[in-house]
């Protein structure tokens, strides 16, 4: 389960959600049910915080941010739209390759939007399609076979 930073402190201080991603972002581990004093996290967090931490998310393997990525932000952008693989960016630049996806995701140009096809027929041989058709003579059972096309008329 992936935790975003947001995730971690709506049950931890900021202060304790921040330091765990700093140190622990960007790998998984096993989250106990109990909190376990020998835990990688219990390092970070105390006693206290392993036991909120464990009552909200524990018995799941967990995924924290890589709380280093945003200083980088800009240059996997830039990586991304030079055609680099967003495997080899986040290898090089010891990001999660995940943060690097969402980036090209995030910034990728819009697809082209499918136009309607009555606007199309609308607008084009003042309501006749490519074959000479006048969509506008057609008989109530033509647009009968045909009801999404007219519902808007």
């Known amino acids: 389960m992936y ?5 971690l402190r709506r049950v931890l201080d900021r202060r304790q959600a921040d330091l765990l991603c700093r140190v622990w972002g960007g ?11 020998r835990h990688d996290f219990a ?22 941010p890589n709380a280093n ?4 932000k800009s ?3 830039a990586r991304l739209e030079r055609g680099e693989s967003p495997r080899l960016i986040a290898l090089e630049l010891k990001v999660t390759e995940r943060w690097v996806r969402h980036l090209a995701a995030a910034h990728q140009r819009p697809a082209a939007v499918q136009g309607s096809l009555l606007e199309i027929l609308r607008k084009g041989n003042g309501g006749k399609g490519e074959n000479g058709l006048n969509i506008y003579s057609l008989s109530m059972p033509e647009k009968a076979a045909i009801p999404a096309l007219w519902e808007s008329e």
């Open 75 to 77: 240059e996997i952008v």
């Open 69 to 72: 990525h945003m200083s980088k």
């Open 43 to 64: 390092g970070v967090l105390g006693r206290q915080g392993m036991a909120i931490l464990c009552a909200a998310f524990g018995g799941q393997n967990v995924t924290l």
């Open 27 to 37: 790998v998984s581990t096993y989250l106990p049910v109990e909190p376990d004093p």
């Open 3 to 7: 935790l975003s930073v947001f995730d």
